[in-house]
């Protein structure tokens, strides 16, 4: 029912869906080469210069070229444009949905399979290949979501966003979201396990909210990013955290203790990740 509609070409703004549908399609291919990447470039031009805006266009670019490269790595995405997740990018040009149809946009991929944290790329597997370039053109999608109406205010939450700011497109598109949100009358959410990834996106970001940590580490550096001292007793305190206790920083650089308490406790069964929480909404 869903395929075809993350298309790059199609949901990417249109300073920025020539360059997301290269990092797409490059992110699909295994130990792309130089040549590969070349090919591929070459063809996404050529079909945003035709004006189309589907990457199905782009493989048949491919696998028509008169190169070697430009065939391999058509054929290569032949292989996996019909593979699971994959089938979310690949489109037609015609059928692609960019507005919302409803207040609620919730995209949910039970496919998705993610590599362990700083796990090299030369390690993934074909199944956390393509979904970790999905990623991006979530994000990508709610960039384009949220460009339409600047009247309303909109929210978008995205879910393990380390995954998003492990790559230049993925925080690129971050960026984008974060800077644009104020123009486009939007709040951006950001869940993401190790502070570390924020890296210099630390600036743009006004409210955090630091729950409680699993070591020394993660919470000393929790604590230097809302402008705390990571004293012993302060380490500790965070690491007891549990049960939506938190600190946060507010966008004037105060800091205190928080307790955040479910309204409508059927909400955290519907979106719940943990397996407990998730079989018993199921």
């Not at 792309?32 to 266009?57: F, I, L, P, Y």
């Not at 974060?178 to 570390?196: K, S, Y």
């Amino acid at each position: 029912m869903f395929a075809h509609v993350l298309d790059p070409l199609a949901v990417g703004l249109d300073d920025l869906r020539e360059e997301l549908a290269c990092s797409y399609l490059l992110d699909l291919l295994p130990g792309s080469t130089a040549a590969w990447e070349n090919a591929v470039s070459r063809a996404v031009k050529d079909a945003v210069r035709e004006g189309s805006r589907s990457t199905q266009h782009v493989v048949d670019l491919l696998l028509a070229s008169d190169r070697t490269a430009g065939q391999e790595a058509g054929e290569a995405l032949e292989v996996i444009r019909d593979f699971g997740l994959a089938r979310l990018g690949f489109g037609d040009g015609e059928s692609t949905i960019v507005h919302a149809a409803r207040p609620v946009t919730t995209i949910r991929m039970p496919g998705l399979s993610l590599p362990e944290p700083g796990a090299s790329r030369d390690s993934y597997t074909r199944t956390e290949r393509v979904s970790v370039a999905t990623l991006s053109l979530v994000a990508a999608y709610a960039l384009r979501l949220i460009s339409h109406d600047r009247t309303r205010h909109k929210v978008v939450a995205l879910g393990e966003a380390w995954f998003l700011l492990d790559s230049a497109q993925g925080r690129q598109i971050i960026k984008r979201l974060v800077r644009l949100g104020r123009a486009f009358g939007a709040t951006v959410l950001l869940d993401t396990h190790r502070i570390a990834d924020l890296g210099d996106l630390a600036d743009l970001i006004g409210d955090v909210f630091v729950f409680g940590q699993d070591s020394d580490d993660g919470a000393a550096a929790a604590l230097r990013f809302i402008g705390l001292q990571p004293t012993r007793g302060l380490v500790a305190h965070l690491r007891e955290m549990r049960a939506g206790r938190c600190l946060m920083r507010d966008l004037h650089g105060r800091v205190g203790e928080v307790q955040v308490d479910l309204v409508y406790p059927h909400l955290l069964e519907a979106f719940a990740t943990t397996p407990q929480l998730a079989r018993s909404a199921a």
